[in-house]
């Protein structure tokens, strides 16, 4: 079945139109997370704090998966 996973990065959309083919909705769920934790990698040289989230879409356009993570920085004082 093919998955759509759209991007959520703060206020900005990223819509999948290309989608990926995979065997069910744990390769998709395995595929979100992987994204999203790559996302916060690269949120620690952006400004923070961030909130990431992915919509995944089956092949008839209906969501079936969200995966969410906020990444914040803080400096604490001593």
Request: proline residues 3%; glycine residues 6%; hydrophobic residues 40%.
């Amino acid at each position: 079945m093919r998955y759509f996973f759209d991007v959520h990065n703060g206020n900005e959309l990223t819509r999948d139109e290309v989608g990926l083919e995979l065997d069910g909705i744990n390769e998709a769920r395995d595929e979100a997370a992987e994204a999203l934790a790559e996302m916060a990698g690269t949120a620690s040289r952006e400004a923070n704090p961030r909130d990431f989230s992915i919509e995944v879409r089956d092949e008839s356009n209906q969501p079936v998966l969200k995966a969410e993570i906020s990444f914040a920085v803080q400096t604490v004082a001593a």
